[in-house]
């Protein structure tokens, strides 16, 4: 019988240790969560990578011009783009086509939520057109 309480008390023990750690793991996981976030919201989008420097001109040019000149830049220099520049250039872009062509907008921003994860810096920006674009 004492072995036996002796036993129950160990388990508990372990137990309630094993819970501890798991509250100990999750509140490290938020903690570093929050300091990305942090640190991906300290930036400029011109200084984002993912896009020559050659095209800032052109691109700037195509954004005064109008939403249909951005598509069509955009569509033309899309290849020579990466993340998380390309990301937040089509941000830019569904802001841009919102009032001409809000499906388009849509998709296009469905496509930038598919695949831009939590700990870049255009996760913020996303976070925000979320509502717009839903």
Known sequence: ??????????LAVAYLGYLVFQ?????EFEHDNAR???????????????MPYQLDPSLRAAR???PVTFRAWFNTYERQL???RKAWIELDLCVALARENPAEAKR????VK?????????????????????
């Open 1 to 10: 019988m004492t072995k036996s309480i002796g036993v129950l008390i160990f």
């Open 114 to 134: 598919g695949r831009v994860p939590p700990a870049s810096p255009v996760w913020p920006k996303m976070k925000e057109l979320e509502k717009t674009f839903e």
């Open 23 to 27: 509250q100990w793991q999750k509140a």
């Open 108 to 111: 296009i921003f469905a496509g």
């Open 64 to 66: 005064e011009k109008g």
């Open 36 to 50: 990305k976030l942090a640190a991906a919201t300290v930036f400029t989008p011109e200084s984002l990578p993912g």
């Open 82 to 84: 990466a993340d998380p």
